[in-house]
């Protein structure tokens, strides 16, 4: 039993409110102690609580994270048997699984359920529904609702513009994308560099390696994830030298890179032939860890 729930249960005749396990499975599942997590919902099923719309919602976007989308989609259907209502919230975080996980048909329809009950979108659910038009590569459609969002005086942010510029890149059309980063440096974003890490990841998906590099290096910003996804993709174009050497220089200036990128280099250079090389760059990390 996780250490903090058994701490419950020796304070006396307190009895945990549903409110109580909820914020446990919210913090169990955010620190990846999934197992726990579920230990605790097995248990509030078993206790005199009912689980409610907050507690469900809570199970089901921790399941969509750790990428469980089938069983977030089973809690879903379990919301909608015992006749929870969702709010915006809710619908758009079942949108986006069912997008990740390629049911676009089944995006839709839930979309379409959530304006016909009449929830008012905002923000959020606008960028959702353009993203759904940009994987349908219904661009047009994206971009007269993002005429029709400016004019009812919403703000398009950051992750409108990343997501229209993802849409452009996937239907092939790398030089409107480019066009639309120029026009987002013009506007007062505090930050183009959500949409700058999408337009890196997708020119190497679209072969483009090269120009990619020089992209990356005409960036003034870059984050773990741009440094991340551009290793990545130097990885699988088998470039294991240029990866090698962009992850030194992060190293250098104390800049992370996530373990699934590390792993891909040191498995490429590794299968390469290049043990000695694959020996002096694990030392480095080893050492990047200790000193950051």
């Given at each position: ?13 307190f ?38 719309a ?34 915006a ?7 986006s699984?069912?997008?990740k ?32 038009y940009?994987k ?25 513009h ?19 980063l ?44 741009t ?29 992370k ?36």
């Amino acid at each position: 039993m996780p250490q903090c729930y058994s701490g419950i249960y020796n304070l006396g005749n307190f009895t945990p409110r549903i409110v109580t396990y909820n914020i446990l499975i919210d913090g169990l599942f955010k620190s990846g102690k999934l197992g726990a997590a579920r230990t605790i919902l097995k248990e509030l099923g078993e206790s005199d609580h009912i689980p409610n719309a907050i507690t469900y919602t809570t199970v089901m976007k921790c399941c969509f994270r750790s990428r469980q989308f089938e069983q977030g989609l089973e809690i879903f259907s379990e919301m909608k048997e015992k006749g929870y209502t969702y709010d915006a919230f809710t619908y758009c975080t079942i949108i986006s699984a069912l997008i990740k996980i390629g049911k676009i048909e089944e995006a839709n329809e839930c979309m379409e359920q959530m304006i016909r009950n009449g929830i008012e979108p905002d923000m959020v659910s606008y960028n959702t529904l353009i993203n759904l038009y940009c994987k349908e590569g219904r661009m047009e459609t994206a971009y007269n609702l993002l005429d029709e969002i400016e004019k009812e005086g919403f703000d398009c942010d950051k992750y409108t513009h990343a997501i229209q510029i993802d849409g452009l890149c996937k239907a092939g059309n790398i030089e409107a994308a480019e066009r639309h980063l120029n026009i987002m440096s013009m506007m007062s974003l505090d930050s183009n560099l959500v949409a700058f890490n999408c337009f890196l990841d997708d020119l190497c998906k679209a072969g483009q390696v090269d120009y990619a590099m020089k992209v990356f290096k005409s960036m003034e910003l870059k984050d773990l994830f741009t440094y991340s996804s551009l290793v990545h993709n130097l990885c699988e174009a088998r470039r294991f030298h240029n990866a090698s050497k962009l992850m030194l220089s992060c190293l250098r200036g104390g800049m992370k890179i996530l373990r699934y990128a590390q792993r891909a280099i040191l498995r490429g250079l590794r299968s390469s032939g290049f043990i000695g090389e694959t020996r002096r760059l694990q030392s480095k990390i080893h050492l990047a860890r200790i000193l950051h």
